[in-house]
């Protein structure tokens, strides 16, 4: 919360806000996360090479991977998981995320192309990760 405390110009407009209060926001996630440690291949489309990477949370609506890849924001991606060793998935999937650490990157990749196939082995983990059947 806050309040303006002085307009300095109006085109463009420039003010300064006096603030009260910073409160963190809920999440907004729409999928629940699960902490896993998956092997995992990156590729950008559009480049025959696919890197190594190591997916560090999974939901229904995407991933968040460790590579040592430097991908773009934005930047389309195949994403192929192993599941568990007789299971993997695949998907075409959107960098939302990037952080830098300083042996790797850290990327949000958002879920946009999942064939049915590879959608039900996804169920398939988390309801096996969730409930241990």
């Known amino acids: 919360s ?8 109006l085109d463009p407009l420039n003010v300064i806000i006096k ?4 409160e963190r926001l809920k999440d907004q ?26 997916v560090k949370n999974i939901s229904l609506g995407g991933v968040k991977v ?10 389309m991606v195949d ?10 998935m695949n998907f075409k999937g959107r960098v939302v995320r990037k952080n830098k650490h300083p042996d790797f990157f850290e990327y949000g990749i958002e879920m946009s192309e999942v064939g049915e196939s590879n959608m039900r082995s996804l169920h ?5 990760f969730t409930y241990g059947h």
Do not use: H, W
């Open 2 to 9: 806050g309040e303006i405390e002085s307009i300095e110009e």
């Open 19 to 22: 603030v009260g209060k910073i």
């Open 29 to 54: 996630r729409s999928s629940e996360r699960f902490t896993v440690n998956l092997p995992a291949t990156v590729k950008i489309i559009g480049v025959p090479d696919a890197k190594f990477a190591i």
């Open 66 to 75: 460790n590579c040592q890849e430097d991908i773009m924001l934005e930047d």
């Open 79 to 88: 994403v192929v998981v192993r599941l568990d060793k007789n299971m993997k």
């Open 124 to 128: 398939y983990f988390i309801n096996k």
